[in-house]
């Protein structure tokens, strides 16, 4: 019983949570058994013991992708469709992904610092202009850009996200197999 894992990665701002949940939704409307992971939160739970962390370097955020590959694929084993929204942009996340998880679908959203730092609900590129942060994927620490997603999504103004998943819904030919 193998279940499938849609992993959206892009940086801080590019509308993973957003597409993950129209994904979501679009999905569990087929009757899909459709779990979602939000890199946000798992972060809570992962250093839930700890102090309230805020800037993770980037072994702790290559640690942290590796173990959500972990997860991911336990959820999948059990046939559960797995949807989960996170940067984890290092090579070995991907290699790994690919390796290990079943039917693995990897979406990569691609947005220019313009937009991200125009977006920026969480106030990481501010708070990082301003000094205040650091450790700040696509800044100052490097990104490993996926070379072989399965789907890169290039911003373009009006673009809406539900438009996205039910053109990956259509194309998957996911609403067929439920």
């Not at 058994?33 to 805020?54: M, N, Q, T, Y």
């Not at 490993?144 to 911003?155: H, K, T, W």
Request: hydrophobic share 40%.
């Amino acid at each position: 019983m193998s279940g499938q894992v849609f992993w959206i990665t892009g940086l801080s701002g590019s509308g993973k949570t957003t597409l993950a949940s129209e994904i979501l939704s679009s999905l569990k409307g087929l009757g899909v058994k459709a779990i979602f992971l939000d890199g946000d939160e798992l972060r809570k739970v992962f250093f839930s013991s700890e102090p309230a962390v805020k800037n993770y370097n980037k072994d702790e955020r290559l640690g942290l992708g590796l173990k959500y590959s972990n997860l991911c694929e336990l959820l999948a084993s059990q046939g559960f469709t797995v949807i989960i929204a996170t940067i984890s942009m290092f090579k070995e996340v991907y290699v790994l992904n690919r390796k290990q998880l079943p039917n693995y679908f990897e979406i990569y959203l691609k947005v220019p610092y313009g937009e991200l730092r125009r977006r920026d609900s969480k106030q990481i590129y501010s708070q990082f202009e301003q000094g205040k942060i650091s450790n700040v994927m696509g800044l100052d620490l490097p990104i490993q850009e996926p070379e072989d997603a399965d789907l890169v999504v290039e911003f373009q103004n009006g673009l809406k996200p539900k438009d996205v998943a039910n053109k990956l819904i259509a194309e998957l030919n996911l609403s067929k197999q439920h």
